[in-house]
């Protein structure tokens, strides 16, 4: 049963009060570490485009460090223009029919990815690891048009507030839009709008309309609803077979809703080396344009001294009665003990945003077996943070984009994307070389079974191996044979052997025969 307006209302205000805990460290984090995507420091209402978010920012550090972060990420992860995960066959699908069903679901992998492509998802998914690293991403799903078949959009984070099912998903999200009401009926088709809204703005339809999106999950059904921000109305309502947002979390305590990612480990030391910047750079300025005392008859008074470069402060004497009528003040400071300060800052904030690690850019190229390595280093460095990028993010992202695709009419999926039925096997550049740990195993295995001679060679199953092997490195089932087709091979391979031991030995009875003639 859908919910009512005003318990939708209730719901909404209590959300966003939770969410104003988070509202001053989000904030700060955003401020120094991503400010062109500032918009918490009064919302979107009274943020102003192109006003300049960066009058507090002294260093870039963070800045960059945040952007090669979400970078790295997406090309470890979710690399551009490449597949980065594979569907499979799950538990539940018979053996024997795995073959035929991995064929179909490769051809469904091939479909996913073209409709990203196609699509934008590259562009959506950068957006949306920029948010990741200060703790907590959005992103939309929507179905879209014969030219963007689906529509990704990264939201930002700021407009969007949830809630928790019982299993810790996100379950519910509400998000706050201010709409033009000349174009409600064409973002909405099926809105209905009363009689008394249409009379307040029939004199000014430019007017801004403030609504309330809600999509909840209620006795197992998902419910999409608009609601006006002063009544409880609802002007939309819609009943949808699969949730369209995407909401994840880089790190989260079990109590807490919202995520924490590394910008806001490192924070402390982006805003110590911040200031440290902006006490080097005004130290310099003074030094530069130096602050000078000259003699005054008058009385000195503190308060109206100002230290700026050019400065000049009245005092009684420059050192006695002789000493001279203008002298500069002594400079205060170490820069030397500062540019050791803020170095040892940096490697703080790039250790922690996982930006130490990366080649300078005039290296040459690297060799396969680095790149696996470094792989394995980020997969390490990511810890829990990769499991939650894998079930918070990938998983959502595909599930979403096939049941929309189902949905058009794109595929026919009868079967659930649920592990059981369906799997999303991470076939990635950062996947792949947490693999590479399993494959390295099996291959010491086979080794030490060879050197255990015919004996060994029984506790091995070559056929599984390889298809393992096959699974572990994403190779699709079309290049690879069936079982039937295997047993036919090996069929024509002992005919063929056998025909061949034949012709051997009648080529060794005619050359005994031949030494008994001559004799």
């Known amino acids: 049963m859908a919910l009512t307006a005003q318990e939708i209302k209730t719901r909404y205000k209590k959300a966003e009060s939770h969410k104003e805990l988070w509202r001053s460290i989000y904030e700060e984090a955003y401020e120094y570490a991503l400010p062109m995507r500032n918009l918490y420091d009064g919302y979107a209402e009274t943020n102003t485009p192109g006003q300049n978010k960066m009058k507090r920012v002294f260093d ?49 992998t091939e479909k996913m990815f073209g409709v990203m492509n196609q699509s934008g998802f590259d562009l959506a998914i950068g957006e949306f690891l920029l948010d990741l690293a200060v703790g907590t991403a959005v992103m939309l799903i929507q179905p879209g048009d014969e030219t963007t078949p689906i529509r990704y959009t990264a939201i930002p984070s700021h407009q ?24 409600l009926e064409r973002e909405f088709p099926d809105i209905s709008i009363p009689a008394d809204m249409q009379a307040r703005y029939k004199d000014d339809p430019t007017k801004e309309v403030e609504l309330i999106e809600a999509t909840y999950t209620e006795n197992g059904y998902i419910h999409y609803c608009i609601l006006t921000k002063e009544e409880d109305i609802k002007l939309v309502s819609r009943d949808l077979k699969s949730f369209p947002w995407v909401v994840s979390r880089y790190m989260k305590a079990s109590n807490e809703r919202y995520g924490r990612g590394p910008v806001l480990y490192a924070l402390p030391d982006i805003k110590t080396l911040n200031k440290v910047v902006e006490l080097t750079l005004k130290n310099a300025s003074i ?18 001294i100002s230290i700026v470069p050019g400065a000049v402060i009245g005092v009684s004497s420059n ?120 494959l390295n195993e099996v291959m010491h295995f086979m080794q030490i079974t060879q050197q255990l001679g015919p004996m060994g060679q029984t506790l091995i199953k070559i056929d599984a191996i390889g298809d393992y092997i096959a699974d572990q490195l994403g190779i699709p089932a079309k290049l690879r044979t069936s079982p039937q087709e295997r047993a036919e091979m090996q069929q024509e391979m002992m005919q063929m052997a056998q025909q061949a031991m034949e012709q051997e030995g009648v080529v060794d009875t005619a050359g005994a025969v031949s030494e008994v003639i001559g004799e």
């Not at 530069?288 to 000259?294: H, K, L, M, P, Q």
């Not at 077996?369 to 997969?379: A, D, F, N």
């Not at 929309?404 to 079967?415: A, R, S």
């Open 287 to 304: 030094s530069i344009g130096g602050v000078f005392t000259a003699v005054d008859d008058g009385v000195l008074n503190p308060q109206a």
């Open 60 to 108: 870039s550090t963070a800045i960059h460090s945040t952007v090669r972060f979400a970078n790295r990420i997406q090309s470890s992860l979710f690399p551009p223009q490449q597949k980065w995960c594979r569907l499979e066959p799950g538990l539940d699908i018979p053996e024997e029919r795995k073959i035929e069903a991995q064929q179909v679901l490769d051809l469904y």
């Open 160 to 183: 969007v507030t949830f809630e928790e099912g019982p299993n810790g998903t996100v379950d519910t999200v509400y998000r706050r839009l201010r709409r033009p009401y000349r174009v």
């Open 319 to 438: 050192g006695g009665p002789r000493g001279p009528s203008l002298a500069p003040l002594p400079r205060s400071g170490d820069n030397n003990l500062s540019q050791i300060v803020s170095n040892d800052l940096r490697v703080a904030i790039r250790k922690t945003l996982l930006d130490e690690s990366l080649p300078p850019d005039n290296m040459s190229a690297r060799s396969a077996t680095e790149i696996v390595e470094r792989m394995k280093e980020l997969s390490q460095n990511l810890g829990a943070a990769f499991g939650r990028l894998i079930n918070e993010t990938m998983f959502p992202i595909v599930r979403r984009s096939l049941e929309l695709m189902d949905e058009m009419g794109m595929i026919d999926l009868p079967l659930k994307i649920n592990g059981l039925e369906v799997t999303v096997n991470p076939v990635s550049p950062l996947a792949m070389a947490s693999n590479m740990d399993k």
